[in-house]
Antibody, heavy 120, light 111 residues
């Protein structure tokens, strides 16, 4: 079964750092891009960017460039989304999703989501 | 606001047909890029539903269909069922932003 499994719920304080993960299985992990999508409470989906696990090539949405960092470890079929200093406005559900190639394309397999809550 | 515009809500009775529109611009849908649709049931991750005219992943019923014309696209759902009650999102590629863009989402209520 093709699936993406994300790390669990996080509760953090403003200013703290965080790294969440997304692990793929059931397919050739290095042949697909992985995208990150944010969903703030009660809001819609926002594309954050994509990463190619084979060489860690990344493309960020202008809205998220400089705010987050994507990384990958292909040896364990995982990609990561990282913050160095969280803000309350980072509170959201974060999804990873499989993407066929850079540029145009769908997100056909989604992780279950990681809920990040940032509160003092 | 979102690059792709969707109505906030639509509704229909069981068995009826509803459509959800997705309006973009010449830098995304109007540039010829495909439009993809997702269904998000309450409390769950989005699910890839359909793209193009009738390209559906395995398991998606043919009650769901999609179309595109000019700078807009539509998702149609026929024979509405209570389990179709969900949020629906369109997605495309924007050549100006050089990345994917989503619509703001449409909440479908089955009356």
């Amino acid at each position: 079964e093709v699936q993406l499994v994300q790390s669990g719920t996080e509760v953090k304080k403003p200013g703290e750092s965080l790294k969440i993960s997304c692990k793929g299985s059931g397919y050739s992990f290095t042949n697909y891009w992985i995208g990150w999508v944010r969903q703030m409470p009660g809001k819609g989906l926002e594309w954050m960017g994509i990463i190619y696990p084979d060489d860690s090539d990344t493309r960020y949405s202008p809205s998220f460039q400089g705010q987050v960092t994507f990384s990958a470890d292909k040896s364990i079929s995982s990609v990561y989304l990282q913050w160095t200093s969280l803000k309350a406005s980072d509170t959201a559900m974060y999804y990873c999703a499989r993407h066929p190639h850079v540029g145009e394309g769908w997100f056909d397999v989604w992780g279950q989501g990681t809920l990040v809550t940032v509160s003092s | 606001q979102s690059v792709l515009t969707q109505p906030p809500s639509v509704s229909g009775a069981p068995g009826q047909r509803v459509t959800i529109s997705c309006t973009g611009s010449r830098s995304n849908i109007g540039a010829g890029y495909d439009v993809y649709w997702y269904q998000q049931l309450p409390g769950t991750a989005p699910k890839f539903l359909i793209y193009g005219n009738d390209n559906r992943p395995s398991g998606v019923p043919d009650r769901f269909s999609a179309s595109k014309s000019g700078t807009s696209a539509s998702l149609a759902i026929t024979g509405l069922q209570p389990e179709d009650e969900a949020d629906y999102y369109c997605q495309s590629y924007d050549r100006s932003l050089t990345g994917s863009v989503f619509g703001g989402g449409t909440k479908l209520t089955v009356l």
